[in-house]
């Protein structure tokens, strides 16, 4: 079917149960940013494919809302297809609840899969739209009435993480658990985000592309822990484990039944990380206690265990892309390249690391114009050919048994611009500016992001994505709910938290720029004005310096980036092979 077919199906169904407009946002029962594809329901319905946005359908209209990341790739892949792209997270912009608010009348219904929004999400629609006496319908699936073939629940196998790289038992966690539901004074908690899942138990597995998690629900109770995970997935050994820890296991598709049948309990849920529909079971016969998850803010602090392993990861990528680097060196302008092929060997050389598990996100790989859409998927199909002038961008990262890593370069691959050269160097200074500073305790995100972009801003330029995000430790490489961005995130940042720094600028047209180190925060003196954290440099690969302006950069920046260099070289060379050392030795050499 086409994306016009499909949008019909929807508005003959949306007609037949008295649905005014319906809602998609592409995500799952778990309020998972990368979903497993029987949920990938934006995607299906519109045809766009990124990571972010909503789709509303009225019965003449349709729009899909999505920030800067995607503004570029959302215009392609919805033409021809009626929906209008909106731009979300932009002042004075219309938001879908604007919108949807100017297209229905009174009395009117907006429906919804309330299993797919979070809790937060639909409380916000429900205020909005009940004022203006619009009704809500948040118990519906219209498109898995016309989702023919729609893909079946992921079954791939499960494994228990070591405690070798996880650090904390499975048993000490649902303790910690249970001191914090104490403090709530709650009798039950319950667990959904797949990652807050992965964490406490101390489980891994590949039910979402890229992500190492395993579908599943758990609840946190009193005596112990229930887990909703389908038995089949694990080995024998490994359901032996958990059972021996006191973990109940239950068939996944039981949790919304076992929720039924709590009453008269203190439950303890996050609002932004549960569904509106396990929220309309409990809240009948119980209290709901909302607070931010308790195992995503342990989760975001790593311990001395998943710092080593986050560690060693970077190492592993250091080598790998030092293999990138001498085959792209070696074949470009020999041999017919292309964006893809990039992308691929990027994986592959990833893969011949010890304890590779796969790729943490698709890689953006974008040369020439490509370069500029900022989360651009590339395909076989639309790549661009890379030849021996300009710049590329590549922003890769590898899933690791011990840790995952997220890291972005951008290279010159011959002549370039000065316009080109002034661009890196301001979106460096942005990186070096942040990664230098130093910070009182209680500082949050918002407050350092201004680092990043001074001198872009000095230069009336900006990009329009966030400085930095949370990485977890073997675990999905978008974590919060620590972030580093202009929104305001009330989350302090805190020792333990790993972070990405990826300032960047994009020209439509012509190419983009970023450049990404993962950080961690850690200690650094306490003294009469209090107690001040720093940022530690965990990634290990070069920064390209033939693209650097020397004149636009300070001493104390000419400086960070030679000391960068020099431990860089001192801890990749014992591993590497000799034609990685060269290499490495050149691309180290000090301004």
Request: proline content about 3%.
């Amino acid at each position: 079917m086409t994306i016009q077919e499909k949008i019909k199906l929807l508005r003959s169904r949306m007609r037949a149960s008295n649905i005014q407009a319906y809602l998609v946002n592409g995500s799952d029962p778990h309020m998972s940013e990368y979903v497993p594809a029987r949920w990938q329901s934006r995607q299906f319905a519109s045809g766009f494919t990124g990571s972010y946005g909503w789709m509303a359908v009225t019965l003449d209209k349709a729009a899909l809302w999505t920030d800067s990341r995607y503004f570029l790739q959302a215009k392609e892949q919805l033409k021809n297809t009626g929906i209008a792209m909106m731009k979300a997270r932009e002042s004075e912009a219309l938001t879908l609840e604007q919108w949807i608010t100017t297209e229905l009348d009174q009395g009117d219904t907006v429906g919804f899969d309330g299993s797919c929004y979070s809790l937060a999400e639909a409380e916000a629609f429900e205020s909005k739209f009940l004022k203006k006496n619009i009704l809500i319908n948040s118990d519906i699936d219209l498109l898995d009435e016309i989702w023919s073939n729609r893909p079946p629940l992921p079954a791939s196998k499960a494994f228990l993480h070591t405690l070798e790289w996880a650090g904390i038992s499975r048993t000490q966690k649902i303790e910690l658990l249970h001191s914090e539901m104490k403090k709530a004074d709650a009798d039950l908690m319950v667990l959904t985000a797949l990652d807050d899942i992965g964490w406490t138990f101390n489980i891994r597995g590949a039910d979402v592309e890229c992500n190492p998690v395993v579908l599943s629900f758990a609840l946190i109770t009193e005596k112990g822990a229930k887990l909703f995970i389908d038995k089949s997935k694990f080995e024998t050994y490994a359901l032996s484990e958990l059972e021996k820890d006191g973990i109940e296991l239950l068939p996944y598709k039981s949790f919304y039944g076992e929720l039924q049948s709590i009453r008269g309990q203190a439950v303890v849920i996050d609002p932004d990380r549960t569904n509106f529909h396990i929220k309309n079971i409990l809240e009948s016969e119980n209290q709901i206690v909302r607070q931010l998850s308790s195992a995503s803010l342990f989760k975001s602090r790593k311990n001395d265990a998943e710092l080593a392993g986050m560690k060693k990861a970077q190492i592993a990528d250091g080598l790998a892309l030092l293999d990138f680097q001498l085959w792209l060196e070696e074949k470009l302008g020999k041999e017919t390249i292309t964006e893809y092929d990039v992308a691929m060997k990027l994986e592959a050389f990833r893969a011949k690391q010890r304890g590779y598990v796969g790729t943490s996100f698709f890689p953006i790989v974008g040369y020439l114009d490509h370069g500029a859409i900022v989360h651009f998927r590339v395909t076989d199909e639309i790549a661009n050919e890379l030849n021996p002038e300009g710049i590329l961008l590549f922003d890769s990262g590898g899933q690791y048994q011990y840790g995952t890593t997220d890291i972005t370069r951008t290279i010159s691959l011959g002549p370039v611009t000065y316009k080109m050269k002034r661009d890196f160097t301001q979106v460096l200074k942005g990186m070096i500016n942040l990664t230098r500073i130093k910070f009182p305790k209680g500082t949050i995100g918002c407050h350092l992001d201004i680092l990043a972009r001074a001198a872009l801003w000095n230069d009336n330029k900006n990009y329009g994505h966030g400085t930095g995000h949370g990485v977890g430790a073997f675990m999905n490489v978008h974590e919060g709910p620590q972030s580093i961005r202009p929104d305001f995130n009330n989350q302090p940042l805190k020792p333990g938290h790993i972070l990405s720094n990826e300032p960047g600028i994009y020209r439509t047209g012509e190419y983009g720029i970023r450049t990404e180190n993962m950080i961690h925060v850690v200690e650094d003196i306490e003294n009469e004005f209090g107690r001040f954290y720093k940022f530690e440099t965990l990634t290990k690969f070069p920064i390209d310096t033939r693209l650097v302006d020397t004149t636009l950069l300070t001493g104390e920046e000419i400086n960070w980036i030679n000391e960068y260099h020099k431990d860089v070289l001192s801890t990749l060379s014992s591993f590497t092979n000799p034609a990685q050392l060269q290499l490495l030795k050149r691309l180290t050499m000090p301004l």
